[in-house]
């Protein structure tokens, strides 16, 4: 199976200021197909996760500009450019390259 | 739009069997395949399988065989997560989330089964 490895698992964040998470799998995510298929999710307390980032760098559907991800390979990071109160929560990485699914442990941005 | 509505919480007895339900609405239920997700209190997210909803197939995770069973009613668009033998460690909140045009593009608000005696 593909572990994920997220790093911080938490993140205090002045608000306005930006925030970074990093994602690391034991393995390539590079599917035969070209693709690599590495996403971010982000769970709000008390809420259900919801899709922010698919391969690599792409926001789904009405996710900010303020949100995006970058990296190749095994090593990929999701930057927030300036955090808003509505950002605190859980963020994921999880990858769709392999099954099983595995997904990160979880960094919870909180404010400062 | 594309919506997935779960059945209420759940409060069981060890040994009792729970049905959670999954219903999609806004788009072609037959088209895109259903990953179950459990969350365990205060834990992380931990993928169980999804199944084929166009021929129904199954695939489950290590961990999620014997006790754990997904099913189809196309008929109302449903998607079903069947737990028996239920265990207190089996205590978590249950997502399903649709594998569509991008995997874990949308997904259900969860449905809180807890078992104690």
């Known amino acids: 199976d593909i572990v994920m490895t997220q790093t911080p698992l938490s993140s205090p964040v002045t608000l306005g200021q930006p925030a970074s998470i990093s994602c690391r799998s034991s393995q390539s995510l590079v599917h035969s197909d070209g693709n690599t298929y590495l996403s971010w999710l982000q769970q709000r307390p008390g809420q259900p996760p919801r899709l922010l980032i698919y391969k690599i760098s792409n926001r789904f559907s009405g996710v900010p500009d303020r949100f995006s991800g970058s990296g190749a390979g095994t090593d990929f990071t999701l930057k927030i450019s300036r955090v808003e109160a509505d950002d605190v929560g859980v963020y994921y990485c999880t990858q769709a390259t392999q099954f099983p699914r595995t997904f990160g442990q979880g960094t919870k941005v909180e404010i400062k | 739009q594309v919506q997935l509505v779960q059945s209420g919480s759940e409060l069981k007895k060890p040994g009792a069997s729970v049905k959670v339900s999954c219903k999609a609405s806004g788009y072609t239920f037959t088209n895109y395949a259903m990953h179950w997700v459990r969350q365990a209190p205060g834990q992380g997210l931990e993928w169980m399988g999804w199944?084929?909803?166009?021929?129904?197939?199954?695939t489950y995770a290590q961990g999620f065989t014997g006790r754990f069973v997904f099913s189809l009613d196309t008929s109302v668009t449903t998607a079903y997560l069947q737990i028996s033998s239920l265990k207190a460690e089996d205590t978590a909140l249950y997502y399903c989330?649709?594998?569509?045009?991008?995997?874990?593009?949308?997904w259900g608000q969860g449905t809180l089964v807890t078992v104690s005696s």
């Open positions: 989330a649709r594998k569509g045009t991008q995997d874990f593009d949308y």
């Open positions: 199944i084929n909803t166009n021929t129904g197939n199954p």
